[in-house]
């Protein structure tokens, strides 16, 4: 597992690894990274334990979520991570979800990560479907999602209790059969 690299043009999407947890405490402590996210790490050890309980589970075991670095190729440079949710029940769909530091927003390179996923999870896993989960608000993932081709399924509202209210979610999906045909 420690070779799986998922190449795109300007970035390698790899696990994360030890090394990895005072850039990722960095950017995913940060109030606006985190505003819309269910996890974020409260120290630097928080991180820490967050990257040791990935290790010992393999890309595409179900009920799991795998998550990558996203790693600029020259300086190779952690900017973010994207993680893939293995769904319990069934091995042909996946749910994804992504982060960016704020440093490295606004260049295309989290478009370029979703789309370097979304190959692999085509291509090499061969999944039907793979779906995102998003608050309405939430107006960057959206576009992001929308770049990708990925296309609005269901507004839920008031479907999640997160940070003490409830909240609307918008799912967006896209299927094997659209990305083949992009
Ligand atoms: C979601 C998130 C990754 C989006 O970041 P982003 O920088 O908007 O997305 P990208 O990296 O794809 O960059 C796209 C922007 O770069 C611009 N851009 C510049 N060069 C580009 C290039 N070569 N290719 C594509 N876009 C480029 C685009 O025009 C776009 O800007 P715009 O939205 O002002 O039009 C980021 O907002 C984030 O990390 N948010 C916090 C975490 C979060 O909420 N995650 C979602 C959970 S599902």
Redesign the pocket.
């Known amino acids: 597992m420690a070779n799986l690299e998922i190449q795109t043009e300007r970035l390698i999407l790899s696990p994360l690894v030890r090394d990895d947890a005072a850039e990722l405490f960095g950017y995913r402590s940060d109030p606006e990274?985190c505003?819309?996210?269910t996890w974020a790490p409260g120290s630097l050890d928080d991180a820490r334990r967050f990257i040791d309980n990935l290790q010992s589970t393999p890309l595409d075991t179900p009920g799991t979520w795998f998550q990558f670095g996203i790693r600029l190729r020259a300086p190779r440079l952690l900017v973010?991570d994207i993680g893939v949710h293995f769904l319990p029940d069934e091995s042909y769909q996946a749910e994804i979800?992504?982060?960016?530091a704020p440093g490295h927003?606004?260049?295309?390179?989290?478009?370029?990560a979703v789309n370097g996923l979304l190959n692999h999870l085509f291509v090499s896993l061969r999944k039907h479907r793979v779906f995102?989960?998003?608050d309405p608000n939430?107006l960057?993932?959206i576009?992001?999602l929308k770049?990708v081709g990925m296309r609005q399924e269901a507004h839920f509202r008031e479907s999640l209790w997160f940070k003490g209210k409830w909240v609307d979610d918008i799912v967006f999906a896209i299927l094997e059969s659209d990305w083949k045909t992009r």
């Open positions: 990274v505003r819309y996210q973010g979800g992504f982060t960016l927003q606004g260049h295309g390179l989290g478009t370029e995102a989960s998003v939430n960057r993932s576009k992001l770049r």
